[in-house]
């Protein structure tokens, strides 16, 4: 099974930017559909972006599009989000998911291996 470990997450002004970072282990990242979901306090956790194993095709949020965006790189067993013009409602806590299906989900309860999480904090 995969490992995963998100990174970069932190405490920055509205209108900053961070890029998080989700580092694989123990399988090659490219067997893998890729997500990036959100949990803030006392809420659902929420699907953000989504990547297929190639990196060809993504699907974001309408809450983060054009703001955020997904990337791969396959060679680095790596997953980014690069998140730009972040606003307080931005903050939560960021996770990297995997799962192995055919086509890239915005559906949570598909995805098989999860990250620990990395905390966002946008202030205002």
């Known amino acids: 099974q995969v490992q995963l470990v998100e990174s970069g997450g932190g405490l920055v002004q509205a209108g900053g930017s961070l890029r998080l970072s989700c580092a694989a282990s123990?399988?090659?990242?490219?067997?893998?559909?890729m997500g990036w979901f959100r949990q803030a306090p006392g809420a659902k956790r929420e699907f953000v972006a989504s990547?297929?194993?190639?990196?060809?095709?993504?699907s974001t949020a309408d809450s983060v599009k054009g703001r955020f965006t997904i990337s791969r790189d396959n060679h680095k067993n790596t997953v980014y989000l690069q998140m730009n013009s972040l606003k307080p409602e931005d903050t939560a806590v960021y996770y990297c998911?995997?799962?192995?299906?055919?086509?890239?989900?915005?559906?949570?309860?598909?995805?098989?291996?999860w990250g620990q999480g990395t905390q966002v904090t946008v202030s205002s």
């Open positions: 990547t297929s194993r190639s990196g060809s095709s993504t």
């Open positions: 998911a995997a799962y192995t299906g055919r086509n890239i989900s915005t559906d949570s309860s598909r995805y098989d291996y």
């Open positions: 123990g399988r090659t990242l490219s067997n893998y559909l």
